[in-house]
């Protein structure tokens, strides 16, 4: 079975039986997960941070780790399997944005990148199906190619589906 390991910033799509997309340890950051059922692709970003005018820079070399720049280059890389450009028809799934580290919760950093990711499907005319967000423990993410499940894991809990 193959893997794609996706790090912070880092988006990835297959569609070959038997592989799987996994992140690890989602904190405030969000993955989004597109799924379609007509290709049956599957696709993933790990998001870091809700706008990419803070560091345009950054966001040209590494597109995955903001919220309007992740989305589109995931769905541009998911073209290349034969999904819709806009991502009609995909299933999308959001999990992460938890408050870890910020115990004041002053940055509210896992917040933000949610309502930014939910704006930016919205503009493309899709909303998440289910997600799994915010709380203060991290996640780790894998999605499997054959079967389109989400599988989520977290130290100390038992795994659970999405």
Not at 25 to 47: E, F, Q
Not at 48 to 74: C, M, Q, R, W
């Amino acid at each position: 079975m193959g893997q794609i390991i996706l790090g912070v910033g880092d988006f990835g799509a297959s569609n070959q039986a038997g592989e799987v997309v996994k992140t690890f340890a989602l904190g405030s950051c969000v993955s989004v997960i597109m799924l379609d059922p007509k290709t049956r692709t599957i696709g993933m970003v790990h998001v870091a941070l809700p706008d990419s005018s803070i560091n345009k820079v950054k966001a040209h070399e590494k597109p995955g780790y903001f919220a309007d720049t992740g989305i589109p280059v995931l769905l541009q890389q998911m073209t290349r399997f034969g999904c819709h450009k806009r991502g009609k028809g995909m299933v999308v799934k959001l999990c992460g944005g938890a408050n870890v580290m910020d115990t004041n919760d002053t940055f509210k950093i896992g917040k933000r990148n949610a309502l930014a990711i939910k704006k930016i499907l919205w503009s493309f005319g899709m909303g998440a199906v289910s997600e799994d967000l915010g709380g203060n423990f991290s996640r780790t993410v894998t999605i499997s190619v054959e079967t389109g499940q989400v599988t989520l894991s977290s130290p100390g809990r038992p795994n659970w589906q999405l």
